[in-house]
């Protein structure tokens, strides 16, 4: 049988750490593939890459989840 593990940031501390200040959008939070910033964990980093009309889509249709 395989498996993976896969590990992914906290949202919900990612948003509170931004909030309160003592983490910036561009701050690093990790390295993976490059650099992955607060700004690549909220808003998806490869909206970056897509046009204009494309990010207001997405961003229609985006909606975090987090345990509360």
């Known amino acids: 049988m395989d498996f993976a593990e896969i590990r992914v940031p906290d949202i919900a501390k990612v948003i509170a750490a931004v909030q309160n200040g003592t983490l910036d959008l561009d701050d690093v939070l990790y ?12 808003y998806a980093g ?9 990010r207001i889509s997405m961003h229609t ?3 975090l989840l987090t345990s509360r």
Do not use: N, W, Y
């Open 31 to 42: 390295e993976s593939a490059g650099p992955i910033s607060a700004h690549d964990v909220m």
């Open 46 to 54: 490869f909206q970056s890459k897509l046009s204009a009309a494309d």
């Open 61 to 63: 249709k985006r909606v």
